[in-house]
T-cell receptor, first 115, second 114 residues
């Protein structure tokens, strides 16, 4: 089953606007990551936020994490047509001291940025 | 190599045949993962390798699925007696070590079972 639930499922905006995607999860996590996927193939890592962090920035990306609500958001500012892709959140669980990259992915948000 | 390489990129097979999917991880990455992506199920974890051993095989959907890794490098995912529900994109990823940091994904193998 999918740990992460994302909304919206699809988002359509104009170039220059901001895009916000949300992710909720169910269990205690070690970290939460966001990935991007173009054309249904390989995923590219965008950003990682640890469970003891609340906000993180990388270029035009801003990620927040609220562990009390078990939710995260990804904000893409000043969007470009090239940002058109599917975006997935993925959680790495607290595995009792055994940490490895078994990620549980959300269903994803399809972002379309119109020129 | 510069990135995670998977082959073939596309595979069409007949129901009941066996298939082998190959993954060549980033050089030096000790951890290797197989995931499956399908329309109905999203992205599902299949198996994790640390070196040549697989401490977590919990995502393999049936005993028709198996995987091995040799020399701490190349991995092969084998599906025996393929079924139509096996049709999906099979993604391989690698990472540098024991910590659950970011994964580097290959472009995947699109498997179509007719």
């Amino acid at each position: 089953s999918q740990q992460g639930e994302e909304d919206p499922q699809a988002l359509s905006i104009q170039e220059g606007e901001n895009a916000t995607m949300n992710c909720s999860y169910k269990t205690s996590i070690n970290n939460l990551q966001w990935y991007r996927q173009n054309s249904g193939r390989g995923l590219v890592h965008l950003i990682l936020i640890r469970s003891n962090e609340r906000e993180k920035h990388s270029g035009r990306l801003r990620v927040t994490l609220d562990t009390s609500k078990k939710s995260s958001s990804l904000l893409i500012t000043a969007s470009r047509a090239a940002d058109t892709a599917s975006y997935f959140c993925a959680t790495a669980l607290n595995a009792g001291g055994t940490s490895y990259g078994k990620l549980t992915f959300g269903q994803g948000t399809i972002l379309t940025v119109h020129p | 190599g510069a990135g995670v390489s998977q082959s073939p990129s596309n595979k069409v097979t007949e129901k009941g045949k066996d298939v082998e999917l190959r993954c060549d991880p980033i050089s030096g990455h000790t951890a290797l993962y197989w995931y499956r992506q399908s329309l109905g199920q999203g992205l599902e974890f299949l198996i994790y390798f640390q070196g040549n051993s697989a401490p977590d095989k919990s995502g393999l959907p049936s005993d028709r699925f198996s995987a091995e890794r040799t020399g701490g490098s190349v991995s092969t995912l084998t599906i025996q007696r393929t079924q139509q529900e096996d049709s999906a994109v099979y993604l391989c990823a690698s990472s540098s070590g024991y910590s659950n940091e970011k994964l580097f994904f290959g472009s995947g193998t699109q498997l179509s079972v007719l």
